[in-house]
C-alpha cells in the first residue's frame, strides 16, 4: 500500500471520528447508537480474524479493514469510558477471542488495547463476565511467543493481570445476583430444545443460553442439572469446533457453581478411551484446560476441593494412553503451582511415587516425560517445610534426574532434568544445615 494511499485512509478515518466528537452533534447522539456502531465494527473485525473462516487469515489488512481499525481505535479514544460502562462485556470478549487469534499485528494491538481498556477498573466485571475474561488467557498466553515485542509486553502485562485478578473484578459481586435470565419453563424447555436440534447453530445458541443459565444461578438450572449434565457430556462427542468447545465451556461454568457435580464428569470425560474420534487430542487439551481453569477460579477454596481433582489424576497417571498422561500431569503441575506447601501434602508423597515410575520407563511420547520433569520440578520448588516427608525419597529422586540429564534422547527433557537438579540440590542443603536460631 503506498503512502498516500494510507493517509487518505487515515485522513477519513479522523474525519468521521472528528464528525462524532463535535460538542453539538454529541449531545444529539443516543450513546447506544455508539455502542452498536462500534459493535458491528468489532463484528467485521472479528470475523476477519477468525481462524475457522476460510480466506480471512492474511498477514496484512486491507484498506477497509485498516480504515475499520482506525475508527474503532478513534472511538475507544474519543468514547472509551462510555462505550465500556455501556456495552454487553460477554460480545466484547466474545469478539476479542476471535481478534486475538488473528496473525495482522494492528488487530492484535487493537484487540489487547480493548482489553486494556476492560481491566481498567472503569466497569467492574461481573460474575458471569469473569469466566469468558478467563477464556482470553489462552489466547494471552500464546502471543506472550509473538514476534513483536511490543505485543509480547502488553500480553503478558494482561495475562499476569487477569490471572492475579489485580483490580479488574469486585468480590463483592462474587455474592451477589446480578445477571437475570429469564425463569419461565418455556425459555428452559426452548433451550434445551435448541442443545438438541440437528442444525449447528442453534445447537451452538442452546449451548451459549445453557452457559448463561448457570451463571445466573437461574432455580430452572439446579432443578435440572442432572439432565443438562447428561446433555453436555454428548456434546463434548461431537465433531464441530462450536459445539463441543460451547459444552466444555458450559461444563466449565457448571464447575464454577457445583464443582461436585461437572468435576468428576469432566474427569471422565478426560480419561474416556473413545472420546471424538476426529480429534482426540484436542478435546482432551480443551477437557485439561477446563478442569486448571475450575482450579484456578476456586482460588483459596481450592485446598478443600483438591482430593475431587486427585481421584481422578491418579487414575488417569496409570493409563497407557500418552494423552491422558500427558493431560493428567498438566493439571497436577497447575495445583502444585497454586497449592504449594498448603494443600497438597496428603498427596505429596503418591504424586511423586506416579512421576517417578513414569520417569523410570521408556516412553515413546516425549511429552509425557517433559510433563513429569515439570510437575517434579514444581514439587520440589515449591515443597517448603513438607521436606522432611519426602526426605527418603530425595536420593532415588537425585539418581534418576542425573540418568535423564546425561542420557535422554530429548533436548528438554534433559535441559528440564538440570534445572530440577538444581532445586532438588537446594532442598537437600534445606534438610541438612538447620535454620540458624538467633
Given at each position: 500500500m503506498g503512502g498516500d494511499e494510507w493517509d487518505d485512509i487515515l485522513y477519513e478515518s479522523d474525519c468521521f471520528c472528528n464528525l462524532l466528537s463535535l460538542p453539538e452533534l454529541e449531545k444529539k447522539l443516543d450513546i447506544n447508537f455508539i455502542c452498536d456502531f462500534f459493535l458491528e465494527a468489532l463484528?467485521?473485525?472479528?470475523?476477519?480474524?477468525?481462524?475457522?473462516?476460510?480466506?480471512?487469515?492474511?498477514?496484512?489488512?486491507?484498506p477497509s479493514q485498516i480504515m475499520i481499525l482506525q475508527t474503532v481505535l478513534h472511538l475507544i479514544e474519543n468514547f472509551g469510558e462510555k462505550i465500556i460502562v455501556n456495552i454487553d462485556i460477554i460480545k466484547i470478549s466474545l469478539f476479542l477471542n476471535n481478534m486475538l487469534m488473528s496473525k495482522d499485528e494492528e488487530i492484535l494491538t487493537l484487540s489487547l488495547t480493548l482489553l486494556a481498556a476492560l481491566l481498567s477498573g472503569v466497569v467492574e466485571i461481573k460474575k458471569e463476565e469473569e469466566i469468558i475474561i478467563y477464556d482470553l488467557l489462552d489466547r494471552l498466553n500464546e502471543l506472550k511467543s509473538h514476534s513483536n515485542t511490543q505485543i509480547i509486553q502488553t500480553a503478558t502485562d494482561l495475562y499476569d493481570k487477569i490471572y492475579k485478578r489485580d483490580g479488574w473484578t469486585s468480590e463483592k459481586l462474587h455474592q451477589e445476583k446480578k445477571f437475570h435470565f429469564s425463569e419461565s419453563d418455556e425459555t428452559f424447555k426452548n433451550i434445551m430444545k435448541d442443545i438438541q436440534d440437528p442444525l449447528l447453530p442453534v445447537r451452538a445458541h442452546g449451548l451459549i443460553s445453557i452457559r448463561r443459565l448457570v451463571l445466573s444461578k437461574d432455580p430452572y438450572f439446579y432443578k435440572n442439572v442432572d439432565a443438562i449434565l447428561e446433555l453436555l457430556e454428548n456434546q463434548c462427542y461431537d465433531d464441530?469446533?462450536?459445539?463441543?468447545?460451547?459444552?466444555?465451556?458450559?461444563?466449565?461454568?457448571?464447575?464454577?457453581?457445583?464443582?461436585?457435580?461437572?468435576?468428576?464428569?469432566l474427569g471422565q470425560i478426560l480419561l474416556n478411551n473413545s472420546p471424538n474420534k476426529k480429534r482426540p487430542s484436542e478435546l482432551r487439551l480443551k477437557i485439561s484446560e477446563a478442569i486448571q481453569k475450575i482450579a484456578l477460579r476456586l482460588g483459596e477454596l481450592l485446598p478443600h476441593h483438591v482430593s475431587k481433582f486427585f481421584g481422578f489424576l491418579f487414575v488417569g497417571l496409570r493409563d497407557?494412553?500418552?494423552?491422558?498422561?500427558?493431560?493428567?500431569?498438566?493439571?497436577i503441575a497447575q495445583l502444585c503451582r497454586q497449592l504449594e506447601d498448603t494443600g497438597i501434602g496428603p498427596y505429596l508423597e503418591e504424586v511423586l511415587l506416579a512421576v517417578m515410575n513414569i520417569l523410570r520407563l521408556p516412553h515413546p511420547d516425549v511429552n509425557v516425560?517433559?510433563?513429569?520433569?515439570?510437575?517434579?520440578?514444581?514439587?520440589?520448588?515449591?515443597?517448603?517445610?513438607?521436606?522432611?516427608?519426602i526426605a527418603h525419597h530425595l536420593r532415588p529422586i537425585y539418581e534418576q534426574l542425573v540418568v535423564l540429564r546425561e542420557s535422554h534422547p530429548d533436548d528438554l527433557c534433559r535441559l528440564h532434568a538440570e534445572a530440577t537438579i538444581l532445586n532438588l540440590t537446594l532442598l537437600m542443603k534445606q534438610l541438612l544445615t538447620p535454620d540458624d536460631q538467633d
Open positions: 463484528q467485521l473485525i472479528a470475523d476477519k480474524s477468525n481462524p475457522l473462516i476460510p480466506d480471512t487469515q492474511t498477514e496484512k489488512a486491507d464441530d469446533d462450536y459445539i463441543y468447545l460451547g459444552a466444555i465451556a458450559a461444563f466449565s461454568a457448571i464447575g464454577d457453581v457445583l464443582i461436585d457435580k461437572a468435576l468428576p464428569l497407557s494412553d500418552p494423552l491422558i498422561i500427558a493431560s493428567c500431569l498438566s493439571i516425560h517433559r510433563a513429569a520433569i515439570i510437575v517434579l520440578n514444581d514439587i520440589l520448588g515449591g515443597v517448603g517445610c513438607s521436606v522432611s516427608v
